[in-house]
């Protein structure tokens, strides 16, 4: 039987793995990827206690955090396809014009 | 005070109830609306006005004259305890409980120095016709001369203090305008700075005393300010009696604030005639004598207004005997009556009447001394040196007996002017009794001495003795719009003291309002004879060291007092250690305190700020990874810390 707590779990690993992925990786496609796979993450979880509690309240804000994911994937991309044209490198370390 | 002084002092001016002006009196307004019309014509009248500007300047106090003529004629109809008379011009301030009317009170007292006022001003406007005639900027000249009439008529004429103050600002700022007035000389812009200042010490003492009478009476009118200072405290009355003398000896330069009155020659000659030793500077013992009722409750601030006096006329005097600018001697003599005024005002009801006889005689003589120098100096190139004078009596004839005229009446040779309203002082001060009428009378006696040889030695030098003139200088007697104002103060030196004090007209006409003497001692009193016979021996003294002898053309080295005197007793020096450095030392002290007190801890603050958010800006790496960490460590914290509250 597969209990609630599994599903916890799996949200916690995959979290771990998108913010390890977020600090380390340069790439900023694969750090977008990281976000993407937190954000997933706390759908899960969101859906899994909307489950334990018996509401919807959970599952109607996994439906939001889905539409913000998929607007920021939006604004994100154009960002970064324009800081790849200017500068032929999708690192997010070279983007770091914006400083002291 | 002995007793039966004190029953003398019940003030009368207190009991008569106000009565509203009629008839001509009615408008009384007109003695300002004249000069005051004329200063705005002149001064706004641009250079149009240039060549009939100095027609309307001497027309204006003329008119307000003849007014002032009139406005008399009517008072002497009226029994003498109606003779004072009020006339609101305009509701000026209107706050609250703060009323304060524009009102014009015409009495005995305001009726003297209305008719001193616009008739010596005239006579002097008369002379500057001719005086000023080679200025290019006569016009201006004659509009700062008729907005200073305006400016006194107001301060003897209203029937408050406030607007007193307002006439009393008026006349500082013309005289300050008119020593000025050769402003391209730089000796003149200082003089008229210094006697701005000094005058704004003096004005000081007088707005507090306006301020501590509307604390305390909730008025500033005369009749609210004498109905109630009766049953104010000692320590207030005392107070009002010394910010009001204060103030006297800002604008009649008395000691200390006498010093900018010596530099103040530098103005034309008949500004030093009206303002500087004929009007103006009398405006302290008006000042003085018309807060009598104050006075009189206050034995001690008319002690220090009879101080003040005394030790004046000697300063005054001494300085005279030394200097040799024919109009510094005449400033310095100036000083010195005024002293015997400011003496006599001191004195109380008994002094209140020969200190007014004394001004009103001294307008006339003084005025008539100035107009003689300035014809002088007219003549001469504008040299103003006496050791560049001598032997002028034959080429100005009509200058040497009227300026010989005004100095008799000065010494007080009987029966010029003079000996009959300074001998009355000296007798008065002796008459208070004490060590210090004593000493007061004693000084008053020795300054007649003084007076004495200082004017022998103005006459002498200038009139007497042979021809010290430069190359080049060819004196005439000066025309005759100047020499008839002369010959008419010449007149009135000789005549006024005897008309005023004779049959104790002024007496007799001013007791209602000043109060008058307790006891009367005729002509001839042993003080008056004392310093005819001290009037005669300064006089020889100065015909045996100036008359008899050649004068050097420069001045020998002189004895220490010589020196002294020479600097006018070193009364700059006094200013000069006494305030002037220690308030240089405190703005450099404030300035110092600012920099490194208030600027420092400020700074400080800046830059411990500065500093701190510099290291701390170094966060901001621009790297985005970095900015994550950071997001992450403070979500790790906050988690943290919920856990550990819920635990």
Redesign the interface.
């Known amino acids: 039987m597969v209990s609630p707590a599994h599903f916890i779990a799996l949200s916690v690993i995959l979290f771990v793995i998108g913010a390890v992925g977020v600090l380390v990786r340069r790439n900023a496609i694969v750090v977008f990827m990281c976000v993407e796979l937190m954000l997933n993450a706390a759908n899960l979880a969101f859906v899994t206690f909307a489950r334990m509690h018996g509401g919807l309240d959970g599952q109607v804000i996994a439906f939001f955090v889905m539409v913000v994911a998929a607007a920021e994937v939006v604004v994100g991309l154009a960002i970064l396809t324009s800081i790849f044209r200017a500068r032929r490198s999708a690192s997010v370390d070279d983007a770091n014009l914006m400083k002291y | 005070m002995s007793g039966s002084a004190q029953g003398a002092l019940a003030h009368p001016a207190v009991a008569i109830a106000s009565l509203h002006a009629t008839g001509i009196q009615d408008a009384a307004w007109l003695l300002l609306a004249f000069p005051l019309l004329g200063a705005v014509v002149l001064l706004l009248g641009g250079k149009r006005a240039n060549s009939w500007g100095h027609l309307v300047g001497v027309a204006m106090p003329v008119l307000a004259f003849a007014y002032g003529v009139a406005a008399y004629v009517q008072m002497l109809s009226y029994p003498a305890a109606q003779r004072s008379r009020d006339l609101v011009i305009f509701q000026w301030i209107n706050v609250g409980r703060f009323h304060v009317p524009l009102g014009l009170q015409l009495d005995q007292l305001s009726i003297c120095f209305v008719l001193l006022i616009t008739g010596v001003g005239s006579l002097i406007h008369i002379f500057a016709v001719g005086y000023m005639s080679h200025d290019p900027e006569r016009r201006r000249f004659f509009g700062y001369m008729n907005l200073f009439v305006a400016s006194m008529l107001l301060l003897v004429l209203a029937d408050n203090y406030l607007a007193l103050y307002a006439g009393w600002e008026g006349v500082g700022l013309a005289s300050y305008l008119l020593i000025g007035f050769w402003q391209f000389k730089p000796a003149a812009a200082t003089a008229a700075k210094k006697a701005f200042i000094a005058n704004r010490v003096g004005d000081a003492g007088l707005s507090l005393a306006i301020m501590l009478m509307f604390f305390q009476f909730g008025s500033v009118s005369f009749s609210g300010v004498f109905g109630a200072v009766g049953s104010a405290s000692h320590g207030v009355v005392t107070a009002l009696g010394l910010l009001l003398l204060l103030g006297a000896c800002g604008k009649s330069a008395q000691v200390p604030l006498q010093s900018w009155l010596l530099d103040a020659m530098e103005g034309p000659t008949p500004v030093s005639a009206l303002i500087h030793a004929a009007t103006m500077v009398t405006a302290g013992v008006y000042l003085i004598v018309r807060s009598a009722p104050i006075f009189n409750l206050t034995a001690d601030a008319r002690l220090a207004v009879a101080i003040v006096g005394a030790v004046t006329l000697l300063f005054g005097a001494i300085i005279g005997c030394a200097k040799d600018d024919i109009k510094k001697a005449l400033a310095g003599s100036t000083m010195s009556q005024i002293g015997y005024m400011m003496l006599a005002a001191g004195l109380g009801p008994a002094g209140y009447v020969f200190a007014i006889a004394h001004l009103l005689a001294h307008g006339f003589f003084k005025a008539g001394l100035f107009l003689g120098a300035g014809s002088v100096k007219h003549e001469m190139s504008d040299e103003v040196d006496m050791r560049r004078f001598g032997g002028l009596a034959r080429v100005m004839p009509i200058t040497w007996v009227t300026f010989g005229l005004g100095y008799l009446a000065i010494i007080g040779v009987p029966p010029l002017s003079g000996f009959f309203t300074k001998d009355p002082i000296i007798d008065a001060a002796f008459s208070k009794g004490g060590t210090s009428g004593a000493l007061l009378g004693t000084a008053a006696l020795l300054g007649a001495g003084i007076t004495a040889f200082y004017m022998t030695r103005v006459m002498l030098m200038t009139f007497s003795g042979g021809r010290r003139w430069e190359d080049g200088v060819h004196p005439h007697e000066v025309p005759a719009v100047m020499t008839s104002p002369m010959i008419v103060l010449a007149v009135g030196s000789v005549a006024a003291g005897g008309f005023l004090i004779l049959g104790n007209r002024l007496l007799n006409f001013l007791g209602p309002v000043t109060g008058v003497p307790p006891t009367s001692h005729g002509i001839w009193t042993s003080a008056g004879i004392a310093a005819l016979a001290l009037v005669v021996v300064g006089a020889a003294i100065a015909y045996a060291l100036y008359g008899r002898r050649e004068v050097p053309v420069t001045a020998p080295a002189g004895s220490p007092v010589t020196v002294a005197a020479r600097k006018d007793l070193y009364g700059d020096a006094v200013n000069e250690s006494l305030l002037m450095r220690p308030g240089q030392w405190l703005t450099r002290l404030s300035v110092y305190f600012d920099n490194r007190g208030v600027d420092g801890l400020v700074n400080t603050v800046a830059a411990t700020f500065g500093g701190s958010s510099g290291r701390l800006?170094?966060?901001?790496?621009?790297?985005?990874?970095s900015y994550?960490?950071s997001m992450?460590l403070g979500a790790v914290l906050l988690v943290g810390a919920l856990l550990l509250v819920r635990l």
């Open positions: 800006r170094r966060v901001q790496t621009g790297f985005v990874r994550a960490l992450f």
